[in-house]
């Protein structure tokens, strides 16, 4: 089941606003951020922050319930590149601070992925079949990918977009004291080993050997 199952629905007013900005030719993505909309990101942020539970749509980790410091709104199909999404509200979800900085860098220095297959979709797509990476409105995350301690591992190539776009694989355990208890080749080698082995005895001893490496406990 799809992580998000509730879009937002806008109230009367927040329609006016949109369409009011939706008919100005001058408004662009710049303009998300602006001092009249405050009162709107700050519905839809606590819209997607309730209905995901207080997780981030691309790294799992926790989002904060009150401050909007670790809980960004989230366009999955960049702002940047289709305007006409960006009230969308299949569009739209929340992401923790370090999976928005990694985005806004890409936005930043304009190498933002396109996450659409057809770059130049004019209306938002009704399944998870036109986009590249896990979208959280039409995709089973863990159909696509599998989180292992720190690591994430793709189970399929949307999974393997989605961890590259964000930079889900980011922790530099070294930083923490863990550096020689983890090798990435190995780490890899097993949870690869995992997910393909389908006899029950021999995928519980793969899942023991990933656990072993991880220094789970």
Not at 26 to 53: K, P
Not at 88 to 114: F, G, S, Y
Not at 132 to 153: A, E, M, R, S, T
Request: overall charge neutral; some cysteine.
């Amino acid at each position: 089941m799809a992580d998000i199952t509730k879009p937002i629905v806008y109230s009367e007013e927040m329609r006016r606003l949109i369409a009011d900005k939706a008919a100005n030719p001058a408004f662009t993505y710049h303009n998300w951020s602006e001092d009249d909309l405050e009162d709107l990101r700050r519905c839809i942020r606590d819209h997607y922050r309730l209905v995901q539970l207080g997780l981030c749509a691309y790294c799992k980790a926790s989002v904060s319930l009150q401050a909007a410091l670790n809980c960004h709104v989230e366009h999955i199909a960049p702002k940047s590149k289709y305007t006409h999404f960006i009230f969308e509200p299949k569009n739209l979800c929340v992401i923790c601070a370090d999976c928005n900085a990694i985005k806004r860098e890409q936005e930043v220095l304009q190498e933002v992925p396109d996450t659409l297959v057809n770059g130049s979709a004019r209306l938002y797509p009704r399944s998870g079949g036109a986009f590249k990476l896990v979208h959280p409105h039409f995709d089973d995350y863990d159909d696509h990918i599998q989180i292992f301690g720190p690591y994430y591992v793709d189970k399929t190539k949307k999974g393997h977009f989605t961890i590259g776009v964000c930079g889900l694989n980011r922790r530099r355990l070294h930083l923490f004291g863990w550096e020689a208890e983890y090798d990435d080749a190995d780490v890899a080698a097993a949870a690869t080993e995992y997910l393909e082995t389908k006899e029950p005895v021999a995928r519980s001893r793969a899942l023991r050997a990933l656990k072993k490496k991880l220094v789970i406990t």
